[in-house]
């Protein structure tokens, strides 16, 4: 059984950085995409970034592209999620989730495409 958990957030003043972790644990050889997705307050999931871990490839949606940047270390099973020039509209609870068959092709993160899930690490942005 896969295991996910978060670690990482904080309350950082805008213009900061963060880095989260995913560390994950009951994945076999060859497991499929890694995503990010976040939860403002009030708001739906949404997804943030994603990583195939079969050919290294990555996925960002539009909200993370050119600050955000994922990346993953198999030599403990970990993917981080890098975060620079934070804005306060990035306040959200940040969770991790994957699945065996899951990879991101560029179209999108879709909930229901993963099935574990980790239990999310708040990240706040504010003066």
């Known amino acids: 059984q896969v295991h996910l958990v978060e670690s990482g957030g904080d309350l950082v003043q805008p213009g900061g950085s963060l880095r989260l972790s995913c560390a994950a644990s009951?994945?076999?050889?060859?497991?499929?995409?890694t995503a990010w997705f976040r939860q403002p307050p009030g708001k739906e999931r949404e997804g943030v970034s994603c990583l195939n871990p079969s050919d290294g490839t990555t996925y960002y949606a539009a909200s993370a592209k050119g600050r955000f940047t994922i990346s993953r270390s198999s030599a403990d099973n970990t993917v981080y999620l890098q975060m620079e020039n934070l804005r306060p509209e990035d306040t959200a609870t940040y969770y991790c989730?994957?699945?065996?068959?899951?990879?991101?092709?560029?179209?999108?993160?879709?909930?229901?495409?993963?099935?574990?899930w980790g239990q999310g690490t708040q990240v706040t942005v504010s003066s």
């Open positions: 009951g994945l076999q050889s060859g497991y499929g995409a």
């Open positions: 989730a994957t699945d065996p068959m899951m990879y991101c092709d560029g179209d999108g993160l879709s909930e229901p495409d993963f099935t574990s």
